[in-house]
């Protein structure tokens, strides 16, 4: 309760009703991502995080039965009175909520991969969803579209990652024999599951030192160079301990693969022959864009924990061409050697194999979401 107060008090305060606008936008967090498509509308933003209180909203709701967190969203919808709102968190239960008390239309993007616990699902799982609706549900892919829709009243549009399909086509080489881990490392990570509380070293070390051990001894023997994409680009002094991580794991100096730009994690997998992931949402965003990509998804295997396997909540068995769910070095390895004697055509073909789309979708220019603004906003 303490820190709530403090919380509040270190709030920025506006003093004016917001203005009216046919677009809302959910959470002004990570919302610039959407400004090439929204600019256009002149659109509102509704803060959800405690940075910044409308107080004439916030008296009104102040003085009104009920949850004053619902009411303050509600006051401020009906202040905008949006045709439209918008938002990238896709597992924001308030978000569920606001078409029951609007007639306005909603629509999610999804912005990460999905697991089970710590994850909405379980959460959803343990809640009434009975007036949980939303109009249009972006989501990375069918499968995981199917899952929403158990909980959720709406329709569902597979369009893989918005920010993936803003990115145009890159016209960068390939790194000739390049082998290429992508990071997920961050400083501090500690969740509870099952009465089980996990850290750093559950996370990241036990799962990622036998996987990264394995690719450095597939390069040695196999003439390959070994990168990796690192995670916290945006903040040196993680960048550095991120460093160490990978150091004291390989037991030799770490190769990062960046550019000079803010599309870095990107141009990086363009440029890499082959990648590997564990469960990131980039290593699905590289198969989806046309790099050959390893899943080595074992960290549901390895806690006995459901929503961490390839293509979760899907079931296309525990290992396949290029995915293992299974910690197993022969399995890894028979997996490299294939996407490494593959052309990108037959990589191609091998995603349509395995019906990849339905995991991971790929809208390049986001056609689908432009046809939802302009259908429902005009212009």
């Known amino acids: 309760m303490l820190s709530k107060i403090k919380r509040f008090l270190k709030s920025k305060y506006v003093f004016r009703s917001p203005s009216k606008s046919n677009i809302l936008v959910f959470d002004k967090f990570n919302s610039h991502l959407l400004m090439t498509h929204l600019n256009l509308y002149n659109p509102s933003f509704l803060n959800i995080r405690g940075e910044e209180y409308n107080l004439p909203i916030l008296f009104k709701s102040f003085f009104q039965k009920g949850n004053l967190k619902e009411n303050y969203y509600n006051n401020y919808i009906s202040?905008?009175?949006?045709?439209?709102?918008?938002?990238?968190?896709?597992?924001?239960?308030?978000?569920?909520?606001?078409?029951s008390n609007t007639s306005c239309k909603t629509i999610f993007l999804q912005n990460g991969v999905r697991g089970y616990y710590t994850d909405i699902f379980d959460l959803l799982d343990r809640s009434n969803c009975e007036n949980f609706e939303v109009d249009y549900m972006l989501t990375f892919g069918e499968i995981v579209g199917y899952e929403f829709k158990k909980y959720l009243k709406g329709d569902v549009f597979?369009?893989?990652?918005?920010?993936?399909?803003?990115?145009?086509?890159?016209?960068?080489?390939k790194i000739k024999n390049s082998l290429t881990y992508i990071s997920q490392w961050s400083p501090n990570i500690n969740f509870v599951t099952k009465n089980k509380t996990y850290n750093n070293n559950d996370f990241f070390s036990n799962i990622e030192k036998p996987i990264l051990s394995f690719m450095r001894d597939f390069s040695k023997k196999n003439n390959k160079r070994l990168f990796v994409i690192p995670r916290n680009l945006d903040n040196l002094e993680n960048l550095e301990l991120e460093r160490l991580y990978f150091e004291s794991i390989l037991g030799e100096k770490v190769n990062f693969l960046t550019f000079e730009n803010e599309l870095s994690s990107y141009r990086a997998l363009k440029a890499s022959e082959v990648t590997v992931?564990?469960?990131?949402?980039?290593?699905?965003?590289?198969?989806?864009?046309?790099?050959?990509?390893?899943?080595?998804?074992v960290r549901s295997n390895i806690y006995k924990i459901p929503g961490w396997s390839y293509a979760w909540p899907d079931d296309p068995g525990e290992y396949g061409d290029f995915w293992t769910n299974i910690p197993?070095?022969?399995?890894?390895?028979?997996?490299?050697?294939?996407?490494?004697k593959i052309n990108d055509d037959e990589w191609k073909l091998l995603l349509d194999k395995n019906n990849f789309k339905k995991v991971m979708s790929f809208d390049p220019g986001n056609k689908i979401l432009k046809n939802i603004l302009k259908n429902e906003l005009g212009n």
Do not use: H, W
Not at 92 to 98: G, R
Not at 162 to 168: G, Y
């Open 277 to 297: 992931t564990v469960d990131s949402t980039l290593g699905y965003e590289a198969a989806a864009r046309g790099t050959k990509t390893a899943f080595f998804s």
């Open 328 to 340: 197993c070095l022969q399995r890894y390895e028979a997996i490299l050697e294939r996407l490494f």
């Open 158 to 173: 597979p369009i893989g990652n918005f920010k993936n399909n803003q990115i145009s086509e890159m016209n960068l080489p």
């Open 79 to 99: 202040k905008v009175s949006p045709k439209l709102i918008i938002t990238l968190q896709d597992n924001n239960k308030d978000f569920y909520k606001l078409k």
